[in-house]
């Protein structure tokens, strides 16, 4: 649910996505980022972390306010309509964020001039004049030289001429300094492909870098110069360290105890603003950078970029009402490799809902709880007794592997790794229950001690398989819980403790329920 709840006492993870610019509703392209942090923020919770998961909006500067006045309203109110709608959006993938942070607010408006005006009097900050070009679209300022054909050379739009007197911050300064950092931390951006970009960037050599403009009035004021509003991605950035109380004069060393983040997500667009701006601000204002920035990709439509200027951008809302919640986080994190370009489709979602969910997980519990009603009442049988086999044995290692191999993918943000060592499980549970036969073992009374064995090892592999699946698909996953009798599976702290065999407990009650993914026809669609 979004919300805003305290911060924690002191987080031991701390995780955030970009803020998203207002200039329109969320699409897949913007939900992408948030469903693949809030996967994260659920598996850490569930490890027992005190998760601090922040994502807000990014509501300065020329493009919201050109949005604003193309439909004739006040950036303010534009804005607030627009949080609405972006609260919704995050509401119906069912995000656990712990703070949503807009940067007209109040605390943030004082967080950035506090920043602003540090940087200014140690003369990290000062006056010149700005010759060059800007593309509105991503608020990015380019040389001559940078651009490509005349145009921004990020998206290929029509860049602007602005020649003004600005304040900049002395971002060449920190060009050794930086290198140093990557050097010495050689996982502070992921995945290689883009540390290897933002290096070769930066011993390019770095400018300064414009941090106002005299001629924007949607933004906030310069505290020493009031004629000038804060570049909008200097303000923007800023809203990390706002989120855990930056410039509270109120605050009671709660900054010191919630910064730095462990990591910040973003797309791949924005990565120089947070490897290298963000990075050489912090050092400037001498506070600690955050411990890891990934990028994931692109999600592509046809070959292209979803966007809404392309015209392709799809609502979030209208996958779901189709698929639901959870089949939409688990495609997405699924079919498409976090950190690379990936093409999506309806296709190829109906593929993996009909395939993974409906066949693979949906099927397994379906057919198991309606052998529970069968053969035992509805009651999970007792397993004791010597009515063992080797097949047991390998179920057992399966499920018993999995908490290792889930981390370690989960470590590298390989969501569709973590999702696959959860599927192995699945998928041996499915292979289980056809080699043991349970129909057959049903029809003597002599078989019924290896008839309990093997519907109960294979209900244990379903709770446990539902544990590991809970972060992507929250929702399915608390009703296969909550039809084994097994409580709350959002109030686990203690994966470890939970993912060990034998957490079923006999005699509770299994209720069989409809179909968690009914087959969805692909020309329903
Ligand atoms: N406001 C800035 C971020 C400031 S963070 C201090 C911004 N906003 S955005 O709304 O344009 O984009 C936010 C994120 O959405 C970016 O990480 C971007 O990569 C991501 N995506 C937008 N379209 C996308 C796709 N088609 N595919 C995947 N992600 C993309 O940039």
């Known amino acids: ?28 392209g913007t939900a992408y980022t948030t469903i693949a942090a809030d996967a994260l923020a659920r598996y850490r919770r569930l490890l027992g972390d005190n998760v601090f998961f922040l994502t807000g909006l990014d509501e300065h500067g020329q493009k919201v306010e050109q949005a604003a006045v193309e439909h004739g309203i006040e950036p303010q109110e534009w804005c607030d309509n627009l949080a609405e709608k972006f609260l919704g959006a995050w509401e119906l993938l069912g995000i656990t964020n712990d703070d949503f942070i807009r940067t007209t607010e109040p605390r943030h408006v004082r967080a950035v001039q506090t920043l602003a005006k540090t940087l200014y009097d140690q003369g990290d900050i000062y006056k010149g004049l700005y010759d060059g070009w800007y593309c509105v ?92 509003t804060v570049y909008v991605w200097f303000d923007a950035l800023i809203n990390y360290v706002t989120a855990v109380g930056y410039g509270d004069p109120d605050d009671a060393g709660e900054f010191a105890r919630c910064w730095p983040a462990h990591i910040h997500f973003v797309g791949k667009d924005i990565i120089r603003f947070h490897c290298v701006i963000w990075p050489a601000l912090l050092m400037a204002a001498g ?120 981390d370690e993918a989960m470590a590298r943000l390989d969501y569709g790794a973590a999702l696959e060592s959860a599927w192995d499980l699945v998928k041996a549970t499915n292979r289980y229950i056809e080699d043991s036969a349970p129909w057959n073992l049903a029809k003597s009374p002599e078989t019924t001690p290896r008839l309990k064995t093997v519907i109960y090892n294979a209900l244990e592999a379903v ?62 669609v």
């Open 287 to 406: 506070l600690d950078l955050p411990q890891r920035v990934f990028a994931h990709g692109f999600l592509l439509a046809k070959g292209e970029k979803m966007s809404k200027s392309k015209g392709n951008a799809v609502a979030p809302a209208d996958l779901v009402r189709q698929f639901g919640a959870d089949a939409y986080r688990y495609y997405f994190l699924r079919d498409v490799s976090f950190g690379q370009d990936g093409s999506i489709s309806i296709e190829s979602m109906v593929q993996r809902y009909n395939g993974d969910l409906a066949n693979d997980w949906g099927n397994l519990c379906s057919r198991l709880f309606n052998m529970v009603g069968k053969y035992f009442d509805g009651a999970v049988p007792d397993p004791g007794g010597d009515a063992v086999d080797a097949a047991d044995g390998v179920l057992a290692a399966v499920a018993r592997d999995l908490p290792g191999r889930y």
């Open 463 to 524: 709770r446990i398989a539902a544990l590991f699946i809970a972060p992507v698909m929250p929702q399915t996953s608390a009703e296969v819980w909550r039809r084994l009798g097994l409580g709350d599976i959002n109030a686990v702290t203690t994966l470890a403790e939970e993912s060990r065999w034998g957490g079923t407990r006999p005699g509770s009650h299994v209720e069989k329920g409809d179909p968690l993914f009914p087959r969805i026809e692909k020309d329903a």
């Open 137 to 228: 679209p991503d608020e990015t300022y380019w040389t001559e030289e940078q651009l490509e054909g005349g145009k921004c050379p990020q998206c290929g739009r029509d860049v602007e001429l602005v020649r003004e007197e600005n304040y900049f911050f002395r971002l060449s300064a920190y060009q050794d300094r930086l290198l140093g950092y990557f050097e010495e931390n050689p996982d502070f951006i992921g995945p290689p492909s883009r540390r290897n970009e933002v290096l070769s960037f930066v011993r390019g050599g770095l400018r300064d870098l414009s941090i106002s403009r005299a001629n924007v009035k949607w933004g906030i004021p310069l505290p020493w110069d009031a004629s000038h």
């Open 1 to 28: 649910m979004p919300k805003t709840t305290p911060i924690p006492p002191k987080p031991s993870f701390f995780l955030t996505t970009p803020i998203y610019y207002v200039n329109s509703v969320p699409h897949l």
